[in-house]
C-alpha cells in the first residue's frame, strides 16, 4: 500500500513539474558576475529567432512583455531607473513549437510545447556580461494538455527568465 | 419533440462546421480603453486582419490562434502596446472531446479560428515620453 502511495506521489510531482507555468531553471552559459547582479538594471529586453524558427513580432512582443512583467513583479529594482550597471538582455529563440492540441488531448506525451532560448547580456558598449539558456517543454495529456496553448507555456518560460535576477541562497 | 429537432440540428451543424463556429462564430468584439487619458488612435491586429477605433471604442476582430496586438497612440504621450495570447474556448474543448466527431470539429474551429477567444476588454496604459517605462 505505501509503495502504491509512493507512485502516485511520485507520478503527481511529475505531473506538477511539466506543468505550462512551473519554472525551468536556467543554465549559465557564462553566468553574471555578483557585484553585477547586485546592481544589475535591464534597460531594455529584444527578441529574435534562429533560422527556421517560426515566430511572429507579435510572439517576441508578448514574450517579452510577460518577461518584463514577471521580473517587476520577482525582482524590480532590476527594472527600475537610476544608478547601477546598465546592461541590454537579448531572448534569441532557437526553438519554438506550437505542438498540436488535439494529439495533446489524445494521448500525454504527442504534440508536445517546446521553448528554448538563449539569453544573452550585454553592456552599453556591446560588450558580453552573461549568457544563459532557458528550456521550457509542456508534455502533458488529456483536457489539460488539450487546452494548453504556447501561451500557457510561455509564462514558464518567462519566470524561468526571471529566475536569472533571483538573490542566490 | 422540438427539443430533438434543435438538438439534432446542432449537432449536425456541429458535425459540418464544427461546434465553436457555429456557437460563438468566428469573430469577437473586444473593448478598448486607455488611461488616465481616453480618445488615442488605437490599432489592433493579428494574423487575420487589421483594425481601428478610437479608445475607449469596440472593435470586432476575426478570431485566430495568432497573438492580438493592440496600440494605442496619442498627441502628448507615448504609443502604448499591449499584447494579448488568445485562449482555447470552453465550447471548442467540449466540442473536440465528442467521440467521433471531434477530430472534425477540433480541424474545423483551428482552420477557422474559431476555437480560441481574446479577453473581452483590454485596457492600455498611457505614459508620458519622459516617464521610466511601465511594466505590463
Known amino acids: ?169 | 419533440m422540438a427539443i430533438y429537432h434543435v438538438a439534432g440540428t446542432v449537432l449536425a451543424a456541429c458535425l459540418l462546421a464544427g461546434c465553436a463556429s457555429v456557437v460563438e462564430g468566428t469573430t469577437q468584439p473586444i473593448a478598448i480603453s486607455t488611461a488616465p487619458e481616453s480618445g488615442a488612435n488605437c490599432s489592433v491586429s493579428n494574423a487575420r486582419g487589421q483594425w481601428s477605433t478610437f479608445s475607449p471604442g469596440t472593435v470586432t476582430v476575426d478570431k485566430s490562434e495568432s497573438v492580438l496586438t493592440v496600440r494605442c497612440s496619442k498627441s502628448g504621450w507615448s504609443d502604448a502596446v499591449l499584447y494579448v495570447a488568445p485562449r482555447v474556448s470552453n465550447t471548442a474543448m467540449f466540442g473536440a472531446i465528442v467521440p467521433y466527431v471531434g477530430i472534425v470539429d477540433a480541424a474545423v474551429n483551428a482552420s477557422s479560428g474559431a476555437a480560441m477567444q481574446y479577453p473581452e476588454a483590454v485596457v492600455l496604459t498611457l505614459a508620458r515620453p519622459d516617464a521610466p517605462p511601465a511594466a505590463h
Open chain 1, 1 to 169: 500500500m505505501s509503495s502504491f502511495r509512493l507512485l502516485i506521489a511520485a507520478a503527481l510531482a511529475l505531473s506538477l513539474s511539466a506543468c505550462a507555468d512551473s519554472v525551468s531553471a536556467p543554465t549559465a552559459v557564462q553566468p553574471l558576475s555578483a557585484p553585477s547582479l547586485a546592481s544589475l538594471r535591464v534597460s531594455d529586453i529584444s527578441a529574435d529567432a534562429a533560422a527556421g524558427v517560426e515566430m511572429s513580432d507579435g510572439d517576441f512582443g508578448l514574450i517579452c512583455q510577460k518577461v518584463r512583467g514577471y521580473i517587476q513583479a520577482q525582482s524590480p529594482a532590476v527594472l527600475a531607473s537610476g544608478d547601477g550597471t546598465q546592461l541590454k538582455m537579448h531572448l534569441h529563440f532557437t526553438r519554438f513549437d506550437r505542438g498540436n492540441a488535439f494529439a495533446r488531448m489524445m494521448l500525454a506525451g504527442l504534440g508536445q510545447i517546446h521553448i528554448e532560448a538563449t539569453v544573452a547580456f550585454t553592456d552599453a558598449a556591446g560588450a558580453p556580461a552573461g549568457t544563459y539558456t532557458v528550456s521550457k517543454d509542456f508534455a502533458l495529456g488529456g483536457i489539460y494538455g488539450g487546452s494548453t496553448t504556447v501561451e500557457d507555456v510561455e509564462d514558464g518560460f518567462a519566470k524561468s527568465v526571471a529566475e536569472i535576477f533571483k538573490p542566490k541562497a
